[in-house]
């Protein structure tokens, strides 16, 4: 019997059982809070400060290195707006493919005499090195770079970025939002090589919506988004969600264990999906390019992806025409518009994004049901014509 398919794993991802099971005791019965002096209390903190480790673990950093905050759009938006309250206003370079909780925030800071600097990418969605070298020339003092684009899964060389930037005195960040369990992350190695900053989040990897975090080089201060009563090193006051953030932990620990072998089998289902596409005519953006084992991002010509999307879901194949995140935006996808794409050919933009649950039945039922589709809606573009 068909069951509904979920295919925008990028979106988010259902809950680990193991991680629901480790949340539970935290969401009944130890319901203490972390800032209490007694027993109730000490558990809490003592489960808050495992999963901190667990999560340190995760990506090869120390845990006290570790800011838990509500969301990666938080963890960005500490970046971000901390470092630029502690620093004379400058230049602020971002990729013109970030997301906009890394758009928004480095726009904001314009109001505060700061000048933002979109950083090009080429064809493929990397960051042009002719472009990015006139950005470093004009010494910028905070750089975000994503490491994985959440729509075309391209994947940014951070680390060679961030040595470049490292003689300019430059605070970097990368949001790695989308790497978590797709991609073997190693803070360490990224620090060294000039990275002061990295955003995570729980959903995207089998755990919790509500947590995140931002691993931060304890050299560098920022100034709180939320003043309170002193949480998170005080850069992050309030009381901890510490359900969300145990599940964080689980979730983090688990990514890490698996993520060698996940990868291998979501790279196999993606060029099992890739070559179903193209051989209905469907052009894949970056392609050739490094990318996420899991992420396929695709347009047919003359097709709107909204209306191949909800067609699509009509037939039990969840999908996305872009990002999740800015779906309330009718405008074509800003990360195609600045790798050249056409606006009528971007506006066809369909984001495939697999997990943990797909199989290869489920990416032959999804390349048949989108071969009909895609034929009716031509047949009707025939017509009209």
């Not at 999963?51 to 995760?58: E, F």
Request: glycine content about 10%; proline content about 4%.
């Amino acid at each position: 019997m068909f069951r509904p398919v979920y295919l925008d794993h990028n979106a988010t991802t259902p809950l680990d059982p193991a991680v629901l099971a480790a949340m539970l005791p935290w969401l009944e019965s130890r319901f203490g809070n972390a800032s209490s002096r007694h027993e109730y209390g000490r558990q809490v903190r003592q489960a808050i400060d495992e999963a901190r480790q667990r999560v340190a673990a995760a990506v090869q950093a120390h845990p006290t290195e570790v800011i838990f905050t509500s969301g990666g759009s938080e963890a960005n938006n500490l970046f971000i707006k901390g470092a630029a309250a502690c620093l004379k206003p400058g230049v602020v370079g971002v990729s013109a493919v970030e997301h906009p909780c890394v758009l928004k925030p480095a726009g904001q800071l314009e109001r505060q005499g700061w000048q933002v600097r979109q950083l090009a990418v080429d064809g493929n969605g990397r960051i042009d090195t002719s472009d990015y070298a006139a950005a470093l020339e004009l010494r910028p003092k905070l750089l975000s770079i994503m490491l994985a684009n959440n729509e075309t899964g391209v994947l940014q060389d951070v680390a060679t970025l961030a040595e470049a930037a490292r003689g300019r005195g430059a605070w970097f960040h990368t949001d790695a939002v989308q790497g978590l369990g797709k991609l073997a992350i190693d803070f360490r190695s990224l620090n060294a090589a000039g990275v002061h900053a990295m955003t995570l989040s729980a959903h995207k990897a089998y755990g919790p919506k509500g947590a995140a975090a931002l691993i931060l080089d304890k050299r560098i201060e920022l100034q709180p988004l939320i003043a309170g009563g002193g949480h998170e090193r005080g850069l992050r006051s309030g009381t901890e969600n510490v359900a969300a953030i145990v599940g964080f932990g689980v979730a983090a620990e688990l990514a890490a264990q698996r993520v060698a072998e996940e990868a291998l089998r979501l790279r196999a289902l993606q060029e099992r999906l890739e070559a179903g596409l193209l051989a209905q005519g469907a052009q894949v953006f970056a392609q050739a390019e490094k990318r996420l084992p899991n992420t396929s991002y695709f347009a047919f010509v003359d097709i709107d992806g909204e209306t191949l999307v909800g067609k699509l879901d009509r037939e039990g194949f969840a999908v996305a025409s872009g990002a999740a995140c800015s779906s309330a935006n009718p405008e074509p996808s800003h990360v195609l518009q600045a790798m050249g794409v056409a606006p009528e050919f971007a506006r066809g933009a369909v984001r495939v994004s697999l997990g943990a649950g797909n199989n290869e039945s489920e990416i032959d039922q999804f390349i048949n049901a989108l071969r009909a589709t895609v034929g009716r809606l031509q047949g009707l573009t025939a017509l009209a014509v």
